[in-house]
């Protein structure tokens, strides 16, 4: 069964940085595209960041210059690495892929920038 599992979230000061990971298993290809999202308290999932199987970047104008997302392959692994974290980034982090025309979703990892 596909499966994305989200790690690497926690409570951080204005300005820290933070390592997200996303490892993928059961039949999501190894190349897939991925993407990360987010939802903040009474606002609505938004795109942050994505990554095709070419290995091509997006990201958020909100999080461009700050946040960057990287691969690994061979762990079938996708990483957000996210530094001058600011109040604002405070929120649920989710990993995204496809898989036969339907999104596969993991369950979040909690990310709180906070003084």
């Known amino acids: 069964q596909a499966q994305l599992v989200e790690s690497g979230g926690g409570l951080v000061e204005p300005g820290g940085s933070l390592r997200l990971s996303c490892v993928a298993s059961?039949?999501?290809?190894?190349?897939?595209?991925m993407g990360w999202y987010r939802q903040a308290p009474g606002k609505e999932r938004e795109f942050v960041a994505g990554?095709?199987?070419?290995?091509?970047?997006r990201y958020a104008d909100s999080v461009r210059g700050r946040f960057s997302i990287s691969r690994d392959r061979v762990r079938s692994a996708v990483y957000l690495q996210m530094n001058n974290l600011q109040p604002e980034d405070t929120a649920l982090y989710y990993c995204?892929?496809?898989?036969?025309?339907?999104?596969?979703w993991g369950k979040g990892t909690p990310v709180t920038v906070s003084s």
């Open positions: 059961g039949s999501i290809p190894s190349r897939a595209t």
């Open positions: 995204k892929t496809i898989l036969g025309g339907t999104d596969v």
């Open positions: 990554i095709t199987s070419g290995g091509e970047t």
